[in-house]
T-cell receptor, first 111, second 115 residues
Framework: GQSLEQPSEVTAVEGAIVQINCTYQTSGFYGLSWYQQHDGGAPTFLSYNALDGLEETGRFSSFLSRSDSYGYLLLQELQMKDSASYFCAVRDRKGSYIPTFGRGTSLIVHP | DAGVIQSPRHEVTEMGQEVTLRCKPISGHNSLFWYRQTMMRGLELLIYFNNNVPIDDSGMPEDRFSAKMPNASFSTLKIQPSEPRDSAVYFC?????????????FGQGTRLTVV
C-alpha cells in the first residue's frame, strides 16, 4: 500500500516564503506530483518530479529526494490567491500515470 | 478543449435511490479516473480505466458502486442504492497514457448529498 504524510495546515503572510513537506512510503515509486485545490474547485496540476532535485516554475518550486522518500513544494512571494489546499501525489506504477494523493495541506495566507 | 466535463454539478437524493454521475474526458486522453473526496478520507481513487477497460477497481467501496466506460468519450459512476455515507464530492479525471504522461486533468466534480 501507500502512505503519504503532509502537514494538515500551514499559515503565512503575504510576500513570505512557505514550504510544504511530503513524506511517502510506497511499494513502487516513479514520481511525485503536486496539485492545488481552491475551496469548491477541482485539483489542478502544479508540478511533477521523477528525479532528485529542484524543479522551478515561476513562484513555485518542487523538490524531490528519492533516497529520503521526501519532497516539498516551495511557494515564494505569497499572494492571497495562494490560499488553497495543496496535495502531494505519488506515482507508484510503471507506465500509466495514476496519482495516489495525500490528505492535503491547507495553506492560509494572511495580509 | 473544454476540459473534463462532469454532470450534474450537484445532486441531492434520498437514501435508497439510484444515483448516476457522468463524465466526458478530454478528447484523446485514454486514461480515466474516478476519485471521491471527503474530509475524513481525503481524495481516494475509486477506479481507473485505460482505453475504456477497467484496470483497477480496488478502490470501489462496495458492490453498490459500479462504473462503466462504453466509449472513449463517456463514463458513468453509479451508486445503487445510495446511502448517507456516500455523500462526498466525486471527481472524474483524465490523462494521456504511458511513461511520458505526468498530469491528470480534473473535472469540476459532482457534489453528492444523500439524505
Amino acid at each position: 500500500g501507500q502512505s503519504l504524510e503532509q502537514p494538515s495546515e500551514v499559515t503565512a503572510v503575504e510576500g513570505a516564503i512557505v514550504q510544504i513537506n511530503c513524506t511517502y512510503q510506497t511499494s513502487g515509486f516513479y514520481g511525485l506530483s503536486w496539485y492545488q485545490q481552491h475551496d469548491g474547485g477541482a485539483p489542478t496540476f502544479l508540478s511533477y518530479n521523477a528525479l532528485d532535485g529542484l524543479e522551478e516554475t515561476g513562484r513555485f518550486s518542487s523538490f524531490l529526494s528519492r533516497s529520503d522518500s521526501y519532497g516539498y513544494l516551495l511557494l515564494q512571494e505569497l499572494q492571497m490567491k495562494d490560499s488553497a489546499s495543496y496535495f502531494c501525489a505519488v506515482r507508484d506504477r510503471k507506465g500509466s500515470y495514476i496519482p495516489t494523493f495525500g490528505r492535503g495541506t491547507s495553506l492560509i495566507v494572511h495580509p | 478543449d473544454a476540459g473534463v466535463i462532469q454532470s450534474p454539478r450537484h445532486e441531492v437524493t434520498e437514501m435508497g435511490q439510484e444515483v448516476t454521475l457522468r463524465c466526458k474526458p478530454i478528447s484523446g486522453h485514454n486514461s480515466l479516473f474516478w476519485y471521491r473526496q471527503t474530509m475524513m478520507r481525503g481524495l481516494e481513487l475509486l477506479i481507473y480505466f485505460n482505453n475504456n477497460v477497467p484496470i483497477d477497481d480496488s478502490g470501489m467501496p462496495e458492490d453498490r458502486f459500479s462504473a462503466k466506460m462504453p466509449n472513449a468519450s463517456f463514463s458513468t459512476l453509479k451508486i445503487q442504492p445510495s446511502e448517507p455515507r456516500d455523500s462526498a464530492v466525486y471527481f472524474c479525471a483524465s490523462s494521456t497514457d504511458g511513461q511520458g504522461s505526468t498530469e491528470a486533468f480534473f473535472g469540476q466534480g459532482t457534489r453528492l448529498t444523500v439524505v
